[in-house]
């Protein structure tokens, strides 16, 4: 059985940090591209962070200097180090799970809500 189980989200004040964490199935994870979206109320989902079985990351623009996704390979689990966060940072993560040369996401993860207070 395959499954993504994130972990680490909850309410903290701006400027705040919080670290997601996002445990996989090993078939999943390991030369998959493992990354985040987010999704704010009454917004579409949206890319956050990626980062490819070769440590290759990418991030929204958005996030940028504040976010960091990091993989360990040993634990089959991947992060997200949030910083400075602001109260449009407000939403449900997910953690996904891109097969190599897919279009998109296969696996998802359940999401774990990140709610920032001013």
């Known amino acids: 059985q395959v499954q993504l189980v994130e972990s680490g989200g909850g309410l903290v004040q701006a400027g705040g940090s919080l670290r997601l964490s996002c445990a996989a199935s090993?078939?999943?994870?390991?030369?998959?591209?493992m990354g985040w979206y987010r999704q704010a109320p009454g917004k579409e989902r949206e890319l956050v962070a990626l980062?490819?079985?070769?440590?290759?990351?990418n991030y929204a623009d958005s996030v940028k200097g504040r976010f960091t996704i990091s993989r360990d390979n040993a634990k089959n689990t991947v992060y997200l180090q949030i910083n400075s966060l602001k109260p449009e940072d407000t939403a449900v993560y997910y953690c996904y799970s891109k097969i190599p040369g897919a279009a998109g996401p296969r696996y998802w993860g359940q999401g774990t809500q990140v709610t920032v207070s001013s």
């Open positions: 980062i490819t079985s070769g440590g290759i990351t």
């Open positions: 090993e078939s999943i994870f390991t030369f998959n591209t």
